[in-house]
């Protein structure tokens, strides 16, 4: 597997020449640049109910990734960086306060304190977050502390987390957020309708949020730990995206189970199989329960090898996370000095 150290960076091939498995993206798009808008198919109802998971190979692919694939020393240093960029700080609390907001949009402009940047050499690269995640309440307050960084702010909605809330409610909550300055909207799904397999229903709902979203990226959150099996996954996945969702997110963090490598195998693959058919890119977010550098390293790989170069990038793949930074800004602090440092010299507010 090919990666680019940190002091010799190269130009990348094009996204024909990276995709798996021979697929080749009618945009032939450089892995930098933004893909279009998903604007959703018809729902193929036919496809989706053909659509079967064999759990156990699943299981043993995702269980080969860390022992096939791994980076080391500056090359692993330099993917750390880039799971830095990708990430969503996100607090999602109730006792979240303007001031932890404010906090939180602080350490997305700099998400890397300035001595660790000038060892590593990297102080050209201006390095953010992808994206802030908050509540609606707070759309506004981060709408201003990001103010010219180029951070986008995401409002978790339709009554998040569990999406039960009335129907007009919702499709109002994602107006709002939209105005107040919101330039992604996750939305979580109603779980039931993939549990009954009223698949038209769950189509219809994507795509009156979609509809509501205009000009701002829908992000769609399965709450895959809901959804009893991965074929119920990989169908959801599927209609979400014929629905028109820019990403298909894994989970609102407030299930019992979050982000694992199955389910995101699975999800790749739907994205995968959705661009062959459409050649349309849709982005991917794994979220809750994504803590380590480690791990981090772990759905990069994933990424790197179901869906190649270009979902190394964030407008094609984002973390859900509060905590990860904290480890990986850890990790390069211990790549500099050759120590670890304790916890509070990474604070996240």
Sequence with gaps: MTVTPLHAPRPLRSTDAESPNG?????????DIPPARNPGTALDLALVRATKVNRSAVERRCASLAGRRTVKKEWQAAWLLRAMTCMDLTTLAGDDTPGNVQRLCAKARHPLRRDIIDAL???????????????????ATAVEALRGSGVPVAAVSTG?????????????????????????????????????????ALYDEVRAFRNAC????????????????LTNVARASQVAMM?????????????????????????????????SRTGFEVGFKPAGGIRTA????????????????????????RFGASGLLTDVERQLEHFVTGRYAAAHRQPMV
């Design 23 to 31: 697929v080749r993206w009618p945009t032939g798009l450089g892995p």
């Design 121 to 139: 050499g990297v102080r050209d690269l201006g390095l953010t977050v992808g994206a802030v995640c908050v509540y609606h309440q707070y759309v």
């Design 160 to 200: 998040f987390p569990a999406g039960l809330s009335p129907f007009e409610q919702r499709v109002a909550e994602i107006h709002a957020s939209v105005a107040a300055g919101a330039t992604e909207i996750d939305i979580v799904i109603t779980r039931a309708h993939v549990l009954t397999g009223n698949w038209q």
């Design 214 to 229: 205009g000009e701002a990226h829908l992000k769609t959150i399965l709450g895959v730990g809901e959804l009893a099996t």
């Design 243 to 275: 629905a028109g969702s820019d990403f298909i997110k894994t989970s609102t963090g407030k299930e019992a189970s979050n982000a694992t490598l199955p389910v995101g195998l699975v999800m790749t693959r739907m994205i995968r199989d959705f661009g």
């Design 294 to 317: 480690k791990q981090a390293l772990d759905w990069l790989i994933l990424m790197k090898e179901e869906l190649g170069d270009r979902w190394l990038r964030p407008h094609l793949f």
